[in-house]
């Protein structure tokens, strides 16, 4: 999307056109190594091409009792006010957890601590401390609860349209234009739905169009 956005932005500046090709390994080799490279980067390199705290295995949505939140504890302050909210416990003063160079060092470490942790509370309690606590958490929801969550529900993201005499529930537009909003106008058409409209609008007469129908050449309704 944005090599056409990109492509459209020269055209409209130069007035030409151009190819664009879209190599599926290299596009993917590039987006999955950006963060991965580090110290490869060199040449000779002066580390693996690896990012720590990505390939820990507690970098996960972890366990409740009752369910699983995703939670991004980052920078000192979110760790502060995380302490503090749990009554700055004595394994908070290790020394893995001082800083975030030492909790970089430590990432398994502190990614494991928190996993046993988050074992301890509900969803609910877990959701609330970090509200106060101001850190980004968010319930892991099914995509049964996807389909009954209330804040899509309230921003209106789900759209019902009618289709063959069915009710039929789209996922809307999830951008937000404020000068051209979009929405869903109509259901995907049925085989052939338009295809009688569309030789119509190519000139043919309804004799030449039942023609077709009765050799089969056209369907639908």
């Not at 459209?8 to 879209?22: C, K, N, P, Y």
């Not at 401390?129 to 309230?154: C, G, K, V, Y």
């Not at 537009?173 to 030789?199: D, K, N, V």
Request: glycine content about 8%.
């Amino acid at each position: 999307m944005y090599a056409i956005l990109a492509a459209l932005f020269s055209r409209a500046r130069t007035g030409e056109g151009q190819e664009i090709e879209v190599p599926m390994f290299e596009t993917l080799t590039a987006f999955v190594l950006t963060e991965h490279l580090n110290g490869a980067l060199f040449d000779p390199p002066i580390g693996e091409p690896i990012y720590e705290r990505v390939v820990t295995p507690d970098r996960r949505p972890y366990r409740t009792r009752d369910g699983y939140i995703s939670v991004m504890i980052y920078n000192d302050k979110q760790w502060r006010s995380f302490f503090c909210e749990l009554g700055d416990p004595q394994w908070s003063r290790e020394p893995h957890f001082s800083n975030m160079t030492t909790r970089a060092i430590d990432i398994d470490k502190v990614y494991a601590k928190l996993a046993e942790l988050l074992l301890e509370r509900s969803n609910a309690d877990w959701l609330e401390l970090f509200r106060r606590a101001q850190i980004p958490a968010m319930e892991l929801a099914t995509t049964e609860q996807l389909l009954r969550d209330p804040h899509l529900a309230a921003v209106g993201f789900w759209e019902k349209r009618q289709s063959g005499g069915k009710c039929m529930i789209y996922p809307g537009i999830a951008t937000r234009f404020s000068r051209t909003p979009g929405s869903i106008s109509h259901p995907a058409p049925a085989l052939g739905q338009h295809s009688r409209e569309i030789l119509r609008q190519h000139g043919l007469s309804e004799d030449e169009i039942a023609a077709l129908v009765d050799k089969g050449t056209i369907g639908g309704p």
